[in-house]
Every structure is written in C-alpha cells, then in structure tokens.
T-cell receptor
Framework: AQSVSQHNHHVILSEAASLELGCNYSYGGTVNLFWYVQYPGQHLQLLLKYFSGDPLVKGIKGFEAEFIKSKFSFNLRKPSVQWSDTAEYFC?????????FGAGTTVTVRA | GAGVSQSPSNKVTEKGKDVELRCDPI?????LYWYRQSLGQGLEFLIYFQGNSAPDKSGLPSDRFSAERTGGSVSTLTIQRTQQEDSAVYLCASSFLDQPQHFGDGTRLSIL
C-alpha cells in the first residue's frame, strides 16, 4: 500500500517569506502526484499535478513542485507567500484511481 | 460551471441512528469517490464508483457503511447504527477518465 509523508504539521511564516513543504511517498512504481489546498471554510482544490514529463510543475497562485523520482519526493514551493496563502496543504499520490493523502500541513502566513 | 455538491453540509444525530449523505457530482464525470476526513486519521479513501458500479469498496470501515450510485450520477453514502467514531467530514469527489478529482465541500457528521 502507498503511504504519503508530509514532514511539517504546522508552518508559520511572514508575508514575502519563501515556503517549501516536503512530501515523500512510499510507492516505487509509476505514480501521479498532486498537491491540494484547503482554504478556511472552503473545499479541497487542486493546486498542481504531475503525471509525466518535466519534473518541475507549475500550478496556480505562483506555486510549483518538483518531482524527484530517486528521492520519492514531490516538494511544494512558493518564493514569496501572501497572507491569502493561509490554508491547509495536502500532498496526494495515486497509481490508479484512489488518492492516498498525506496528513496535511497547516500554513499560517502573518501579515 | 457547477462543482461537486454535497448535502447536508452538517448533520448531527444520535448514536444508533441511520444517516444518508448525498453527493451530486460534476455533470459528465464518470468516476465518483467517497473519502473521510477525521482527526487523527487524515483523509481516507472509502469507495470508488465507475458509472453505477463500485469496483473498489475496500475503504469502507465496516458493514454498517454502504453506498450506491444511480443513473451514473448521484451517489448516497449510508451509515447504519451510527457510532461516535463515525464522526468526521465525509468528502465526495468526481473525475472524468484519468483527470484530477474535484472535491465537494463535504458533510460534517457529528454523532452524539
């Protein structure tokens, strides 16, 4: 069975700081990788995805993620966060249809 | 266009009662999924529908849980004889072919 590990439970940072959230997964075969975001009071939304091709993928709102196959990692980055990036972020992996999620990282951005 | 719609948004019920949770997927999405989000357990897969059939029910936690989908559209998740450990947010998602899943707002279920 797949497992997804997110290293940080809660991250607190100031506006304009850089953000990096770690994600590692256990499955060794071909996988599709996702980052979802859940803003306060809203549903889960897709931030970005990796299926194949360029391992550096760009998503919405200035987020990007890099797939490093040798490290089984898919870390999320944003060079300069805004207060509106305050949310919970979930890494997810699938090799077929069902998503396996990490525990989530709560990001709090202070103005 | 309309997203995934779930109802009710909140449900409070007494232990031992049955509950039905509804999901209306995005029109044209053939695949439908139920997940559960609870404290300490994170987001867990429950069941997957392709059309009206459920080829994977492996995530249903007990035989008190069942789900059906009719007309390739609306799905109902039923929990019988609810227990306090059933308290969670139940999320529905839908997708078209192998495209990413789109999630609804969820139903927050509280068992007293």
């Amino acid at each position: 069975a797949q497992s997804v590990s997110q290293h940080n439970h809660h991250v607190i940072l100031s506006e304009a700081a850089s953000l990096e959230l770690g994600c590692n997964y256990s499955y060794g075969g071909t996988v599709n990788l996702f980052w979802y975001v859940q803003y306060p009071g809203q549903h889960l939304q897709l931030l970005l995805k990796y299926f194949s091709g360029d391992p550096l993928v760009k998503g919405i709102k200035g987020f990007e993620a890099e797939f490093i196959k040798s490290k089984f990692s898919f870390n999320l980055r944003k060079p300069s966060v805004q207060w509106s990036d305050t949310a919970e972020y979930f890494c997810a992996v699938t090799d077929d249809y069902k998503l396996s999620f990490g525990a989530g990282t709560t990001v709090t951005v202070r103005a | 266009g309309a997203g995934v719609s779930q109802s009710p948004s909140n449900k409070v019920t007494e232990k031992g009662k049955d509950v039905e949770l509804r999901c209306d997927p995005i029109s044209g999405h053939t695949a439908l999924y139920w997940y559960r989000q609870s404290l300490g357990q994170g987001l867990e897969f429950l069941i997957y529908f392709q059309g009206n059939s459920a080829p994977d029910k492996s995530g249903l936690p007990s035989d008190r849980f069942s789900a059906e989908r009719t007309g390739g559209s609306v799905s109902t998740l039923t929990i019988q004889r609810t227990q306090q450990e059933d308290s969670a947010v139940y999320l529905c998602a839908s997708s078209f072919l192998d495209q990413p899943q789109h999630f609804g707002d969820g139903t927050r279920l509280s068992i007293l």
